[in-house]
């Protein structure tokens, strides 16, 4: 392997690691929260109002197959990682402005829970 596909290879492995102190999110709790929360919108295997979830990490914002996303989520570089999704679900105006998710999440361990479940979700396969 060459210096220069280690260095990606250990920047993605960065991009998805979890450190201990800062994502501390409880998956089974983070289901819970997006079953009375997201569910209304998104789907974990099928689009709705929102983009289906699944596989959401390490994939490009605006991206998910057969979804009508904004331009301005089409048009941005973001890449779904933890920091993203935390800073997302914190305030999506901020993050993209002009993006149409209408929703944000203020209490960060509300969002610790809902990244850990996405997270989990994203490693599994559709049921």
């Not at 102190?21 to 079953?35: F, H, I, P, T």
């Not at 390490?58 to 999704?85: C, F, H, I, M």
């Amino acid at each position: 392997m060459t210096t220069a596909w280690m260095s990606i290879g250990l920047a993605l492995m960065a991009s998805f690691s979890v450190n201990a102190s800062e994502w501390n999110g409880d998956a089974v709790r983070g289901k819970q929260l997006y079953d009375s929360r997201c569910a209304a919108c998104h789907s974990v295997d099928t689009n709705r109002t929102g983009p289906a979830h699944r596989g959401v990490f390490g994939r490009r914002a605006g991206t998910a197959p057969g979804y009508e996303y904004s331009p301005a989520l089409k048009a941005s570089d973001l890449v779904w990682t933890q920091r993203n999704l935390d800073r997302w679900l914190t305030d999506p105006e901020s993050v993209v402005p002009g993006q149409k998710m209408g929703y944000s999440v203020p209490d960060a361990q509300d969002r610790s829970d809902l990244i850990a479940y996405l997270m989990s979700i994203s490693q599994s396969l559709p049921k």
